[in-house]
């Protein structure tokens, strides 16, 4: 088997990257989303892409124009994945949402469409029964701004059958990604292993009164020469899914620290539509987030 035909659920932040990627490189795209208005957002974000590309990768208006053409919509799911060699989901990082989701796709795709996950921090094993293919089921992590951050983490779990494991390897890497297989399931695979950790203890000390946002990004930028500190790469993310990763640690732990994050981000961010970069504001404001600024870092 060889993988032309990709089909994208979900069309945010991730989905709409992981989109264009594949395109870019080649692969017949279906973007999937519940309506017409999300898929008209998607578009839009196609077209900032496109101009990132050109700017980041040096991408001429012909890869450009090509990689569109590659691209078609549908709020159909059936008709989605009708032809569908991998679909990748990139729904929300909520455990409830990704079943109900793969309860309906699961009588709908062919049999021999791949499933993938884009879930940052949830298992694959999680939803392996609801697929109803656990053996031709596994995980497929991008991180955020995927031109530049080329990595794709891809893990199994138990039934994952090891030849479909390596399709999926095979085509990160005709994206364009540094490929980074995962032998054992891990929550947050390797990068978030590494990441979150960060965000929880910048976010900690935010609600906590230790320090505020500037403080606390200074502190890591200067201290360890990243160009970004921890509140940058939250709107990067997304705070929509810091949101949903501190909802999901609070219900399993009753956490005091989480539960406080968790109202913070609600009241500040979610309830203002502040959520980061992709609505050009969040912990900072954009296309020119102070910490980008000449003197930011300056004694």
């Known amino acids: 088997m060889k993988i032309k035909n990709v089909t994208i659920a979900g069309s945010g932040v991730l989905g709409s990257q992981i989109a264009f990627q594949a395109a870019f490189h080649g692969f017949h795209i279906v973007v999937f ?30 890869q450009i124009e090509a990689a569109f053409e590659r691209i078609s919509y549908s709020t159909d799911l059936k ?33 021999k469409t791949i499933f993938a996950t884009n879930t940052s921090t949830l298992l694959p094993s999680m939803f392996a029964a609801v ?17 530049k951050h080329n990595t794709a983490e891809i ?27 995962l032998h054992k399931e891990q929550p947050g695979y390797i990068v978030n292993s590494l990441l979150v950790p960060l ?5 900690s000390l935010l609600v906590n009164d230790v320090a505020d946002v500037e403080t606390i990004d200074k502190a890591w930028m200067v201290s360890t020469g990243a160009p970004i500190g921890p509140f940058g790469i939250l709107d990067v993310v997304g705070i929509t899914t810091a949101y949903n990763i501190n909802s999901i640690k609070f219900e399993k732990t009753k956490s005091e620290t989480a539960g406080k994050v968790v109202d913070f981000l609600k009241k500040n961010f979610i309830d203002q539509n502040k959520l980061g970069l992709s609505t050009s504001e969040g912990f900072y404001q954009y296309p020119n987030p102070a910490f980008k600024e000449a003197d930011f870092l300056k004694p």
Request: charged share 25%; no cysteine; net charge negative.
């Open 79 to 111: 008709e989605a994945v009708s032809d569908a060699d991998l679909m990748i989901e990139a729904i929300p990082e909520n455990p409830a949402i990704k079943t109900e989701f793969y309860t309906k796709l699961a009588p709908l795709a062919p049999e």
């Open 33 to 62: 989303d519940i309506n017409e208005k999300v898929l008209d957002k998607a578009k839009n974000s196609f077209q900032i892409l496109a101009e990132n590309f050109k700017k980041d990768l040096n991408a001429s208006d012909g």
């Open 131 to 147: 697929t109803g293919r656990p053996e031709k089921f596994l995980s497929l992590h991008f991180a955020n701004e995927i031109w």
């Open 199 to 203: 965000l929880d203890a910048a976010t």
């Open 155 to 181: 893990m199994s779990h138990a039934t994952t059958n090891p030849e479909v494991f390596q399709l999926v390897v095979d085509f990160a890497k005709h994206i364009g990604m540094v490929t980074l297989p």
